[in-house]
């Protein structure tokens, strides 16, 4: 499959599903709370990989970086009742986070929302939307076109990537009366 056929097109404009599925991904409060309450407290962060790469074409875009900058990387998994509910991957660039200390790598099992949502420093920029391309997933969760959602935090010149993906098991326990996208 070509190389372009695998990239998101992230878009600003209200994505055409569901309204329940539109109130999970435009929510503009923290990701980490809004599961944390879903589970009843069963919630946790589960690291796959962190460390310095090469960053993803839209993702140098995003954080106006030239392409194929090297960023802090950072994909986890956010875990309800032990089920894969999110994987998420946040990236900012080196020279950025040289200057802040952020300490992002030092995070371990500790959520990276609740870190940006307590520090008042940080501005949101606004949610992107895009289905997400199945080789970008962990090979666990591999499903084609899953509904994600991504938004830049900005504090003093540091800018950190975070993208969201809504796994089938998170639909499930939210929408349980209804059918998964």
Known sequence: MPHELLVPIWAHATPHTTAPIL??????????????HLADGHFQVTPLLEGWQPL?????????????????VREVYLLGHDQPW?????VAGQAALAEHDLGLEVLGQRSLGELLFSDPAFTR??????????AWLPAAQSSEALWARRSRFDRDGLGVLVAEIFLPALWLAALPCQETP
Request: aromatic share 8%; hydrophobic share 35%.
């Open 56 to 72: 993803r074409d839209d993702e140098c875009a995003a954080l106006r970086l030239p392409r194929g900058s090297i960023g802090w």
């Open 23 to 36: 109130d999970w991904l435009l929510d503009e409060g923290s990701l980490t709370r809004r599961l944390t």
């Open 86 to 90: 999110v994987f998420a991957r946040s």
């Open 125 to 134: 920029q606004p949610i992107e939307t895009c289905r997400y391309p199945a």
